[in-house]
């Protein structure tokens, strides 16, 4: 598994290409919890999400004359811009491999950045289908299954423990587990007492299911709005560091998570996206675990949500 080493070495190679995302305490939100809670606003990071820092880990550990035709990745969401982003950062063509039902605004973001955008009828089958871009030179960036790419997820971890030396718990999100994998492995390796508290939505639960059954299972559909939380699962990796690290996942249903969104954004004066806010509906859950003394941080870690699917969202 990765080590604090390789996410301090992470750092280093990222450094000057993302940023130092800020962490803010919430009055509003530590009434609520009985507990002082701080935000991660990782939402403020470069494409709007934590995933550019695994992506330029990747990319640029690998020798420039390696890169092979360009970059090729699998997203339905966040991971998509990330790697179009880095490619054209560093000058490299990208395409991006999506499900047809991704939604409109990430579609046009990933083109923005400058990638190739192609229309896959679900993520599993693009997985399969990444493999052929693979054999005809072009480098592939995985989502989440990948040291490198955990390793530069894992920077988010070492800036909330500078930020908060006496940080007592941390809670995170999971899609395919490379975020919180990489999170915990900085987080417990510098404060050992620390909790780590995962969560999923229904719907898109792939590393609860996994637990339940001790191996990765293969979700036949994503079916909650938290899309970017929609790996169709999780690797043996990821689910050897959710048992290493985590205290629990906590399931929580798309209308908390939205119900969290609007409280964030009205409150907070933050616009998450449903697979963010669901830390603060997870915290909801737990907060019988939690004490006034209790220094909880929840990660936001993204936040393109488009404005017609926040109007859309239903409680």
Same mark, same amino acid.
């Given at each position: 598994?990765? #080590?604090?080493?390789?996410?301090?070495a992470?750092?280093?190679?990222?450094a000057g290409?993302v940023?130092?995302?800020?962490?803010?305490s919430?009055?509003?939100?530590?009434?609520?919890?009985g507990a002082?809670?701080?935000? $991660?606003?990782?939402l403020?990071?470069k494409t709007?999400?934590f995933k550019?820092?695994?992506?330029?880990?990747k990319?640029?550990?690998?020798?420039?004359?390696?890169?092979?035709?360009?970059?090729?990745?699998?997203?339905?969401?966040?991971?998509a811009?990330? !790697?179009?982003?880095?490619?054209?950062?560093?000058?490299?063509?990208?395409v991006?491999?999506?499900?047809?039902?991704?939604?409109r605004?990430?579609?046009? &973001?990933?083109?923005?950045?400058g &990638?190739e955008?192609?229309?896959i009828p679900n993520?599993?089958?693009a997985?399969?289908k990444?493999?052929?871009?693979?054999?005809?030179?072009w480098?592939?960036v995985?989502?989440? *299954?990948?040291?490198?790419?955990?390793a530069?997820?894992?920077?988010?971890g070492?800036?909330?423990?500078?930020?908060?030396?006496?940080? #007592?718990?941390?809670?995170?999100?999971?899609? /395919?587990?490379g975020?919180?994998?990489g999170?915990?492995? &900085?987080?417990?390796?510098? $404060?050992?007492?620390?909790?780590?508290? /995962?969560v999923? #939505?229904?719907?898109?639960?792939?590393?609860?299911q996994?637990?339940?059954?001790?191996?990765p299972v293969?979700?036949?559909?994503?079916?909650?709005?938290?899309r970017t939380l929609?790996?169709p699962?999780?690797?043996?990796q990821?689910?050897l560091m959710?048992?290493k690290?985590?205290?629990s996942?906590t399931l929580?249903?798309?209308?908390?998570?939205?119900?969290?969104l609007?409280?964030?954004?009205?409150?907070?004066?933050?616009?998450?996206e449903?697979?963010?806010?669901?830390t603060?509906a997870?915290?909801?859950?737990?907060r019988?675990?939690f004490?006034?003394?209790s220094?909880?941080?929840?990660?936001?870690?993204?936040?393109?949500?488009? !404005? *017609?699917?926040?109007?859309?969202?239903q #409680?």
């Open positions: 598994m990765i #080590t604090l080493d390789d996410i301090h992470a750092r280093g190679r990222i290409r940023k130092r995302t800020p962490q803010v919430s009055e509003a939100i530590s009434s609520r919890l002082q809670v701080h935000l $991660k606003l990782e403020f990071q709007g999400a550019v820092r695994g992506a330029f880990n990319v640029l550990s690998i020798p420039k004359e390696q890169r092979g035709r360009g970059l090729v990745a699998v997203s339905g969401g966040n991971h811009q990330a !790697v179009a982003y880095v490619g054209g950062q560093l000058g490299l063509p990208s991006i491999l999506m499900p047809e039902k991704t939604p605004n990430y579609v046009e &973001a990933t083109k923005g950045y &990638a955008v192609i229309l993520v599993a089958e997985f399969i990444v493999a052929e871009f693979e054999s005809q030179g480098t592939s995985h989502p989440f *299954d990948d040291p490198l790419v955990m530069g997820q894992g920077t988010v070492l800036e909330i423990v500078e930020d908060l030396p006496e940080v #007592t718990d941390v809670v995170v999100s999971i899609g /395919g587990g975020f919180i994998g999170v915990a492995t &900085a987080v417990k390796a510098l $404060k050992p007492e620390a909790r780590i508290w /995962g999923e #939505t229904e719907g898109a639960d792939a590393m609860s996994a637990l339940a059954a001790g191996h293969q979700l036949s559909a994503i079916t909650s709005i938290a929609g790996a699962s999780v690797s043996e990821t689910l959710a048992r690290y985590l205290e996942v929580v249903p798309d209308s908390e998570a939205v119900s969290a609007r409280f964030l954004l009205e409150r907070a004066k933050v616009l998450t449903p697979a963010a806010s669901c603060l997870a915290a909801y859950r737990l019988d675990r004490s006034p003394t220094k909880v941080v929840l990660v936001l870690c993204g936040g393109n949500t488009a !404005v *017609d699917d926040l109007c859309s969202y #409680t």
